[in-house]
């Protein structure tokens, strides 16, 4: 392998990162924001429930990439589409990217949320309402803690999981550190020595993230901090 | 043989071992194999297209049947995405390979060439309803030609400015532009010419770049909505028309389609390949 290569390739791959990193975000954050709604709907009526099943049905069985070319190419085949006011938006390839990342990560997410809400124990409640907390309270100090932490580490792989999927933005027109890859092997031919550097560029990412998600659940685990020292904080 | 671990280690071993030697027997047989696969993408009409069958139809394939019944050789049209089309070719998957590839100097350090089967020019197309209209009017500006390239370059930025130009990527098209207007113009660069084509009719680009023989055909399916404007260019980054590639050490291989095509376009087959595809003839002079 050519070394010189490799470090002109390592800046030029990396101009890419300030884009997968603000898709993941954006991503992760929109998808959060839909997945708590969802939830919302689902605790409603039995109408809201079924439909955030099938949105879930819809976004987590089909794949990804085919969301996203629906997104990026079907709106602009009608022409009522392409005259109305959503069409400076869905014109950019950005905007179409990020909507499709950020409906497929809501339905996973929320599906997460589902799963920790269930997780406080029956008990648990039995005694925050013995013990007089309002709903509003049962939920802040009993329900909410307990879910996230037993969500914290399914949420970490949902976030590693988003940061690789951004990859798949390539595909229509943007250049994230995978767009930046395919561009430069077509232009040098040189398939190994480029996706393997974009995929160490991935690998130390999701290292960070997965890192932080653990320091973040010792840090919430209820068995490592006193509880003088909570109460104290 | 039952699995145990010696037994495991000594598989892995004579397995790592055919691996390594695979690279150097296929280096010591340079003569033509028995099949010889051609990669085309067969989405570049009327170059290289699927036909609703799922049969690879176009002038190219036409061109390399009339090459393999002159040469006596058998070739198989595979189809391959031109995102790692080279890269492909190199790495052993084929033997060949004709998508319309330009021949520019960066390629024929990777790889070789025949001779080339096509005179290549290249333009740009707009929407007839609110695209911008380019200066030129068609005529063609030969790039090592500065006297003529620098006017017609600077005509074209001004018409340009600010405007999105969508290109393959990776194409001697895509090189143009970033040579010539990156600094007026922002390029969007596509993994195939359909979906350049799609996004200038959604109207998410103002305007696109390709082979004139690609733009007449895009033109042609868009009924009119789709006009061809500007300067053509040729010549510098923008090659010296189109040939088949194929490995450096494909000296045999090569000499067979060499004499076949001179023939071709000799006795006039190949203008009639293209005048049947194009309704124009694209072929060198002979």
Same mark, same amino acid.
């Given at each position: 392998?050519? &070394?010189?290569?490799?470090?002109?390739?390592?800046?030029?791959?990396?101009? $890419?990162?300030?884009?997968?990193?603000?898709?993941?975000?954006?991503?992760?954050?929109?998808?959060?924001? &839909?997945?708590?709604?969802?939830?919302?709907?689902?605790?409603?009526?039995?109408?809201?429930?079924?439909?955030?099943?099938?949105?879930?049905?819809?976004?987590?069985?089909?794949?990804?990439?085919?969301?996203?070319?629906?997104?990026?190419?079907?709106?602009?085949?009608?022409?009522?589409?392409?005259?109305?006011?959503?069409?400076?938006?869905?014109?950019?390839?950005?905007?179409?990217?990020?909507?499709?990342?950020?409906?497929?990560?809501?339905?996973?997410?929320?599906?997460?949320?589902?799963?920790?809400?269930?997780?406080?124990?029956?008990?648990?409640?039995?005694?925050?309402?013995?013990?007089?907390?309002?709903?509003?309270?049962?939920?802040?100090?009993?329900?909410?803690?307990?879910?996230?932490?037993?969500?914290?580490?399914?949420?970490?792989?949902?976030?590693?999981?988003?940061?690789?999927?951004?990859?798949?933005?390539?595909?229509?027109?943007?250049?994230?550190?995978?767009?930046?890859?395919?561009?430069?092997?077509?232009?040098?031919?040189?398939?190994?020595?480029?996706?393997?550097?974009?995929?160490? &560029?991935?690998?130390?990412?999701?290292?960070?993230?997965?890192?932080?998600?653990?320091?973040?659940? $010792?840090?919430?685990?209820?068995?490592?901090?006193?509880?003088?020292?909570?109460?104290?904080? | #043989?039952?699995?145990?671990?010696?037994?495991?280690?000594?598989?892995?071993?004579?397995?790592?071992?055919?691996? /390594?030697?695979?690279?150097?027997?296929?280096?010591?047989? /340079?003569?033509?194999?028995?099949?010889?696969?051609?990669?085309?993408?067969?989405?570049?009409?009327?170059?290289?297209?699927?036909?609703?069958?799922?049969?690879?139809?176009?002038?190219?394939?036409?061109?390399?049947?009339?090459?393999?019944?002159?040469?006596?050789?058998?070739?198989?049209?595979?189809?391959?995405?031109?995102? !790692? #089309?080279?890269?492909?070719?190199?790495?052993?998957?084929?033997?060949?390979?004709?998508?319309?590839?330009?021949?520019?100097?960066?390629?024929?350090?990777?790889?070789?060439?025949?001779?080339?089967?096509?005179?290549?020019?290249?333009?740009?197309?707009? #929407?007839?309803?609110?695209?911008?209209?380019?200066?030129?009017? !068609?005529?063609?500006?030969?790039?090592?030609?500065?006297?003529?390239?620098?006017?017609?370059?600077?005509?074209?930025?001004?018409?340009?400015?600010?405007?999105?130009?969508?290109?393959?990527?990776?194409?001697?098209?895509?090189?143009?532009?970033?040579?010539?207007?990156?600094?007026?113009?922002?390029?969007?660069?596509? /993994?195939?010419?359909?979906?350049?084509?799609?996004?200038?009719?959604?109207?998410?680009?103002?305007?696109?770049?390709?082979?004139?023989?690609?733009?007449?055909?895009?033109?042609?399916?868009?009924?009119?909505?789709?006009?061809?404007?500007?300067?053509?260019?040729?010549?510098?980054?923008?090659?010296? !028309?189109?040939?088949?590639?194929?490995?450096?050490?494909?000296?045999?291989?090569?000499?067979?389609?060499?004499?076949?095509?001179?023939?071709?376009?000799?006795?006039?087959?190949?203008?009639?390949?293209?005048?049947?595809?194009? !309704?124009?003839?694209?072929?060198?002079?002979?």
């Amino acid at each position: 392998m050519d &070394i010189h290569f490799l470090l002109g390739l390592i800046p030029t791959l990396l101009s $890419g990162l300030p884009l997968t990193l603000e898709l993941t975000v954006f991503s992760l954050l929109g998808g959060g924001v &839909i997945a708590l709604l969802l939830n919302g709907l689902r605790a409603g009526s039995i109408v809201g429930a079924r439909v955030a099943d099938f949105y879930v049905f819809l976004f987590r069985g089909s794949p990804l990439l085919l969301q996203i070319f629906l997104i990026y190419y079907a709106p602009g085949q009608f022409s009522f589409i392409r005259h109305s006011f959503v069409w400076p938006f869905l014109r950019e390839p950005y905007v179409c990217a990020l909507l499709a990342l950020m409906l497929n990560d809501a339905a996973y997410t929320s599906e997460i949320i589902r799963a920790g809400l269930r997780a406080a124990p029956r008990g648990a409640i039995e005694a925050a309402v013995v013990g007089g907390m309002s709903p509003l309270t049962r939920l802040r100090r009993v329900i909410l803690p307990l879910a996230f932490r037993q969500a914290l580490p399914a949420y970490g792989i949902e976030i590693t999981g988003m940061l690789k999927s951004t990859s798949l933005a390539s595909v229509v027109t943007l250049m994230d550190v995978t767009g930046i890859a395919s561009a430069e092997v077509s232009q040098t031919y040189r398939a190994i020595e480029v996706f393997l550097t974009a995929a160490v &560029i991935y690998l130390v990412l999701v290292t960070l993230v997965t890192y932080g998600v653990q320091r973040l659940e $010792g840090w919430l685990s209820p068995t490592r901090t006193p509880l003088s020292a909570r109460s104290a904080a | #043989m039952s699995l145990t671990r010696s037994n495991f280690l000594r598989a892995s071993l004579l397995g790592a071992a055919g691996l /390594a030697t695979g690279p150097f027997i296929r280096a010591a047989r /340079a003569a033509i194999p028995a099949v010889v696969h051609i990669a085309t993408e067969a989405a570049f009409p009327p170059f290289n297209m699927q036909s609703p069958d799922g049969k690879i139809i176009g002038f190219e394939p036409d061109m390399v049947a009339e090459i393999a019944r002159r040469s006596r050789l058998n070739c198989v049209m595979v189809s391959q995405a031109w995102d !790692g #089309m080279i890269a492909g070719l190199t790495g052993g998957k084929y033997e060949a390979v004709c998508d319309s590839i330009s021949i520019t100097p960066k390629r024929e350090q990777v790889i070789a060439f025949t001779v080339p089967y096509t005179t290549g020019s290249s333009g740009f197309a707009v #929407m007839k309803d609110g695209g911008p209209v380019l200066p030129g009017n !068609g005529t063609q500006i030969v790039l090592d030609d500065d006297a003529a390239t620098k006017p017609a370059v600077a005509a074209l930025a001004k018409a340009l400015s600010g405007k999105i130009l969508g290109v393959q990527v990776a194409t001697i098209q895509n090189d143009f532009l970033t040579k010539y207007l990156k600094d007026s113009i922002t390029i969007r660069t596509y /993994a195939s010419g359909p979906d350049v084509y799609l996004d200038l009719t959604n109207g998410r680009i103002d305007a696109l770049m390709a082979s004139s023989t690609n733009i007449a055909a895009f033109v042609k399916r868009s009924k009119g909505d789709m006009i061809r404007t500007g300067f053509t260019f040729t010549g510098g980054v923008l090659g010296l !028309g189109s040939a088949i590639g194929l490995r450096q050490d494909e000296v045999e291989l090569k000499a067979a389609f060499d004499t076949a095509l001179t023939g071709m376009i000799k006795d006039g087959t190949l203008r009639g390949l293209s005048m049947k595809w194009f !309704g124009t003839d694209i072929t060198p002079a002979a």
